[in-house]
């Protein structure tokens, strides 16, 4: 099993920024792609972005450009770098991983709240 701690949310000013921080514990070792998902609310849960073994990267089209994501030189830890928020961007922010075994671990989840 992988267990996975996420921290980092909370409440920014439009245009601010924020880093989110996932970190995988267990068995590490089975860890493939990771990445992030968030839900805001009244709406389906949507991909943000991914980082795969291989540190190749995907991001949604609404984040593109302004979300980096990166892992740290293990591969245990996967961070979210938000720049430019928008109130649009508020959600429950929720990292992932997908081990080799083809089962996907979720994290606890992180609010943030982009508003004046």
């Known amino acids: 099993q992988v267990q996975l701690v996420e921290s980092g949310g909370g409440l920014v000013q439009p245009g601010g920024s924020l880093r989110l921080s996932c970190a995988a514990s267990?068995?590490?070792?089975?860890?493939?792609?990771m990445g992030w998902f968030r839900q805001a609310p009244g709406k389906q849960r949507e991909l943000v972005a991914i980082?795969?073994?291989?540190?190749?990267?995907t991001y949604a089209g609404s984040v593109k450009g302004r979300f980096t994501i990166s892992r740290d030189n293990a591969k245990t830890t996967v961070y979210l770098q938000m720049n430019s928020l928008k109130p649009e961007d508020t959600a429950v922010y929720y990292c992932?991983?997908?081990?080799?075994?083809?089962?996907?671990?979720w994290g606890q989840g992180s609010q943030v709240t982009v508003s004046s």
């Open positions: 267990g068995s590490i070792s089975m860890i493939s792609d």
């Open positions: 992932y991983t997908d081990t080799v075994r083809l089962i996907r671990y």
């Open positions: 980082v795969t073994s291989d540190s190749s990267k």
